[in-house]
């Protein structure tokens, strides 16, 4: 019989996060009404005029055929005069954007396109998943640099560094942070490129929450640091900002050898995204800044609900300025269960399904990520649940 010891799947850790998940499947096959703060899968639908737009290209026979793996030009340079307007950044279509099927797609082949078996990637702890995955999956070495309270990043980043031998080929970003919720301004970026170019290294950044920022805030782009293009490309979705998650439509922008290299290999293994929903993404980035607007505000209100319920409930938050989470220290009397045991808690007794902190990396642990994906009633729903398993439990078990 041939061996099943594949070499990049043997290479992939438990996926901690499939522990919850499971239980709250189980939970509620038996019947049970659990509110689901888990997963950051935007729960309502895109604007009206985008579903017009798609079913109107979907009448086109000329719109199903193949693609092409970089995608269509008109969306390159939809994607290059967005950022032209946001960051006052211009980008060439045809060598400086490249359109991906969602920003997981996209960071992860542009890993394996970087990378040799052994090269070493920073990587935020805690971070997003796939950020710390592709490079496995890629056959690279991971080298953890703690972020978070009471973190010095720099110095962190530093140490991780020179400590490292070979030293580090790439460093992987994002922020706004997932699951952290920390926000950066411009001077920490041009920071990150001075140091990414005093030690000769490449950079990746995760943008996917430039949308969904609050009181005040604005989200930097990495492009406007000074030098930038030289050395660092920038991943975007429309998943979050458009209510698009399941159409799959990211894009990688910044220096021309980076977006070469995954278009190389992207040619080999797709041919693209559904040209409609191409065309429909054209029209979202075409739009005005109305849309996104209006769902970072529905953002905002879930982001008050349930930080303001939390706090009268005993479980002091605080409120973040930037994307869709709440990432939330484990009450005093509960931290020593750790955060995969507290999730169970709160799944059992408040039938509330969150996410364990450890699952983003073991600087995590301390924390659980609840996803703003519900509305009101459901978001007050899970606070009086919470409410009553604090009170009800010691942390004891």
């Known amino acids: 019989m041939p061996s099943d010891d594949f070499y990049r799947v043997s290479r992939l850790p438990p996926y901690v996060l499939s522990e919850v998940v499971a239980l709250k499947n189980a939970a509620r096959k038996a019947g049970e009404d659990i509110v689901d703060l888990g997963m950051g899968n935007p729960d309502d639908r895109p604007p009206d005029f985008l579903i017009q737009h798609l079913h109107k290209a979907i009448d086109n026979p000329r719109n199903h055929r193949y693609s092409v793996s970089r995608g269509i030009y008109k969306l390159r340079l939809a994607i290059s005069d967005w950022y032209n307007r946001r960051y006052d950044i211009k980008l060439d279509p045809d060598k400086e954007a490249i359109v991906t099927i969602g920003a997981k ?223 939330a220290p484990i009450p005093e009397e509960f931290k020593k269960m750790g955060s995969m045991e507290f999730s169970k808690l709160l799944l059992r007794e408040a039938k509330v399904a969150v996410s364990p902190g450890v699952g983003f990396g073991a600087n995590g642990e301390g924390f659980v990520r609840f996803a703003l994906i519900e509305n009101r009633h459901r978001i007050n729903q899970a606070v009086r649940g919470i409410k009553k398993a604090l009170q009800g439990g010691s942390g004891d078990e």
């Open 105 to 327: 797609e996209g960071i992860s082949h542009l890993m394996l396109a970087m990378l040799a078996p052994g090269d070493k990637v920073l990587v935020p702890d805690p971070t997003y998943p796939i950020h710390t995955y592709s490079v496995i999956i890629a056959g690279g070495d991971v080298v953890s640099v703690p972020i978070g309270p009471g973190q010095d990043f720099f110095e962190n980043l530093k140490q991780a560094t020179e400590k490292s031998w070979p030293r580090p080929k790439v460093m992987m970003l994002c922020f706004p942070s997932n699951p952290t919720t920390q926000v950066v301004d411009r001077a920490f970026f041009q920071k990150v490129i001075d140091f990414a170019a005093e030690y000769d290294m490449w950079v990746i950044h995760d943008l996917a929450y430039a949308d969904l920022c609050f009181d005040g805030y604005e989200a930097p782009s990495i492009l406007q640091a000074k030098g930038a293009r030289e050395r660092a490309v920038e991943v975007f979705s429309m998943s979050k900002s458009y209510n698009m998650p399941g159409w799959r439509v990211g894009f990688v922008v910044g220096n021309e050898k980076l977006v070469n290299a995954l278009a190389r290999l992207k040619g080999y293994f797709d041919y693209g995204i559904f040209q409609p929903i191409q065309i429909t993404a054209i029209h979202a980035l075409n739009s005005s800044s109305e849309t996104p607007e209006k769902i970072c505000d529905t953002y905002r209100q879930r982001r008050d609900w349930l930080c303001t319920g939390l706090n009268r409930a005993g479980w002091p938050v605080e409120p973040p300025k930037a994307t869709m989470f709440v990432w």
